[in-house]
């Protein structure tokens, strides 16, 4: 079966700015759903300087043909300079729920 899915990160700097890209994605359709884990401690370099904050990370699941339009609406709405924007494939998962990301885009 190929890989017709993707999860996307996406880091937030607040719990606003996360819902507020969650329900753009999955308004427009563009997701099926997106969770958003807030706790997240990031620890990164940052133009020369190591750097620290608090954050919300998205998990976006998406059909793959979709990450374009998903690119795009973070990094036009995202506040982040340099967004983490990273899809990874969806090799396996349980056809039905698959199916149901399929459907969400369809309607």
Known sequence: MPANHQIIFCTCPDKDTAT???????ESR??????????????YSWQG????AEEHLLLIKAHKDHYQ?????????????LPEIIAVNIERGLPD???WIDSCHLK
């Open 49 to 52: 300087q190591i750097e620290s």
């Open 20 to 26: 507020t890209l969650a329900r753009l994605l999955v």
């Open 69 to 81: 339009a998903i690119e795009t609406t973070l990094r036009t709405h995202h506040p982040y300079q």
């Open 30 to 43: 563009q997701a099926a759903c997106v969770n958003i884990m807030p706790g997240l401690t990031s620890v």
């Open 97 to 99: 729920y698959l199916h």
